[in-house]
């Protein structure tokens, strides 16, 4: 069976910059689960051309740092960035905004071509400080999204409870690293625990 072998990480998007190259429906897309995510995320999109749902997306997120560069894309745009999307309609401007992005020692993604993607955008489930990304590889980003969407409602509304009560507790222990390694997992263990089964039929 073949394996998913990427590795997740969280990334903090108010200290990067990253560069969406494009603003059709794609780029829009991209654009929306990144400012939902990460509202505080500084972001710059170059498009010839930029969609309306895009100005409408903007309008939602007024404290957002988004910059829209309305112009053709060049090689010297990615100058600065940490992260580049490439979202064009042209698989040979995406390689061209590819190859400008790693001479510039850029991450990149490439919308339109898996192979050629440094990362991958997951699907994403937040409640409060609980992130959850999935990925299936980029075999059926319509699975990641269905499952986002089971997650949402399966997930309990206030989870994020759970956890600022399990930080709070967490400050408060004032043993040494073990004994609180120890405390916190007795804590937690009825989380992982198998429901005790019934004897009553
Ligand atoms: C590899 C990857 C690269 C990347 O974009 O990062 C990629 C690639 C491609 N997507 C394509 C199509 C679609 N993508 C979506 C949706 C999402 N795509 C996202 C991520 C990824 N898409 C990365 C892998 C993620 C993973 O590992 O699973 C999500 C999770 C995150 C996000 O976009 O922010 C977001 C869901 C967010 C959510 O709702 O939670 C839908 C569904 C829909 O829109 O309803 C469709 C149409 C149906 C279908 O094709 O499945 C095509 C074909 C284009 C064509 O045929 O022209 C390619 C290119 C190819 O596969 O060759
Ligand atoms: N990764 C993913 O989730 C998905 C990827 N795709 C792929 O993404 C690509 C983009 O698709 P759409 O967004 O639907 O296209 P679109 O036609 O809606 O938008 C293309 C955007 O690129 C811009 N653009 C084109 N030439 C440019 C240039 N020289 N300089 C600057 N901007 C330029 C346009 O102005 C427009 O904003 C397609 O190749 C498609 O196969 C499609 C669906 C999902």
């Known amino acids: 069976m073949e394996r998913n072998t990427l590795y997740p990480v969280f990334l903090k998007l108010d200290r990067l910059r990253m560069l969406i190259v494009g603003a059709g429906e794609v780029g829009c897309e991209k654009l929306t689960f990144l400012l939902k995510s990460s509202p505080d995320a500084h972001i710059t999109v170059v498009a010839k051309e930029v969609l309306p749902p895009v100005s409408r997306l903007l309008q939602e997120y007024p404290c957002a740092d988004v910059a829209i560069c309305q112009k053709t894309f060049a090689p010297e745009d990615v100058r600065g960035f940490d992260l580049v999307i490439a979202a064009t309609n042209f698989r040979a401007l995406n390689q061209e905004v590819r190859a400008a992005a790693k001479a510039a020692g850029a991450l990149v993604n490439v919308a339109d071509t898996p192979a050629l993607c440094d990362f991958y955008l997951g699907s994403i489930v937040t409640r409060g400080h609980l992130k ?24 309990p509304e206030d989870t994020h409870l759970l956890l600022q009560n399990l930080k709070a507790y967490r400050d408060a222990l004032s043993g040494d690293f073990e004994a609180k390694v120890r405390e916190l997992n007795e804590l937690t263990e009825s989380l992982v625990r198998p429901p005790s089964k019934s004897t009553k039929r």
Do not use: D, M, Y
């Open 132 to 155: 959850v990304a999935i990925s299936t590889n980029g075999q059926s980003p319509t699975f990641a999204k269905r499952f986002r969407q089971w997650l949402e409602q399966v997930l």
